[in-house]
T-cell receptor, first 112, second 111 residues
Framework: DGGITQSPKYLFRKEGQNVTLSCEQNLNHDAMYWYRQDPGQGLRLIYYSQIVNDFQKGDIAEGYSVSREKKESFPLTVTSAQKNPTAFYLC???WGGGSEQFFGPGTRLTVL | SQQGEEDPQALSIQEGENATMNCSYKTSINNLQWYRQNSGRGLVHLILIRSNEREKHSGRLRVTLDTSKKSSSLLITASRAADTASYFCATDAYNTDKLIFGTGTRLQVFP
């Protein structure tokens, strides 16, 4: 099955800890994106990557880091510098020649 | 920065009725897309309308685009309880690879 997967579905973190959210796609898409969604709100772009070994900051990159070592993988690290990390995180991918984004099921991160 | 603003924020209707949601945006676009999100899930792409199109249909969905007013509407006809979800518009700002999402409309369809 082709698709985009995120793990884990739920993640709990203590304050001061870094955590890494996984995003994998087997759609052979060039571009990948990370969004943050807070309750009752739209999506805000954290980071995006158009090709391997290259990525750009989105609107709310502070306190987050990413890597793109492989085409199919785009992990997001939420660092201790992110002051309010509790949120729903969504990963998406896009074929280079298209506009539609394909989303994963999301990871809900809760800071205890 | 969020470019799209949608109204209403929430909409409750009975099965069989039509649901209309509106989206406004701020800058020039190549296209506008509508996505659906079931509670606690990822988004699913519904339909894309290009800046040179005025209306597009897909099944029970009808989308209009007015670039002079920088606005779009999504009409769901003959709604079903399974249409209950949040609906988001998204615009790709001209010459970027990013989508800017609206704040969404929460649709509740009662059986």
């Amino acid at each position: 099955d082709g698709g985009i997967t995120q793990s884990p579905k739920y993640l709990f973190r203590k304050e001061g800890q870094n955590v890494t959210l996984s995003c994998e796609q087997n759609l052979n898409h060039d571009a990948m994106y990370w969004y943050r969604q807070d309750p009752g709100q739209g999506l805000r772009l954290i980071y995006y990557s158009q090709i391997v070994n290259d990525f750009q900051k989105g609107d709310i990159a502070e306190g987050y880091s990413v890597s793109r070592e492989k085409k199919e993988s785009f992990p997001l690290t939420v660092t201790s510098a992110q002051k309010n990390p509790t949120a729903f995180y969504l990963c998406a991918s896009r074929w280079g020649g298209g506009s539609e984004q394909f989303f994963g099921p999301g990871t809900r991160l809760t800071v205890l | 920065s969020q470019q799209g603003e949608e109204d209403p924020q929430a909409l409750s209707i009975q099965e069989g009725e039509n649901a209309t949601m509106n989206c406004s945006y701020k800058t020039s676009i190549n296209n506008l897309q509508w996505y659906r999100q079931n509670s606690g899930r990822g988004l699913v792409h519904l339909i894309l309308i290009r800046s040179n199109e005025r209306e597009k249909h897909s099944g029970r969905l009808r989308v209009t685009l007015d670039t002079s007013k920088k606005s779009s509407s999504l009409l769901i006809t003959a709604s079903r309880a399974a249409d209950t979800a949040s609906y988001f518009c998204a615009t790709d700002a001209y010459n970027t690879d990013k989508l800017i999402f609206g704040t969404g409309t929460r649709l509740q369809v009662f059986p």
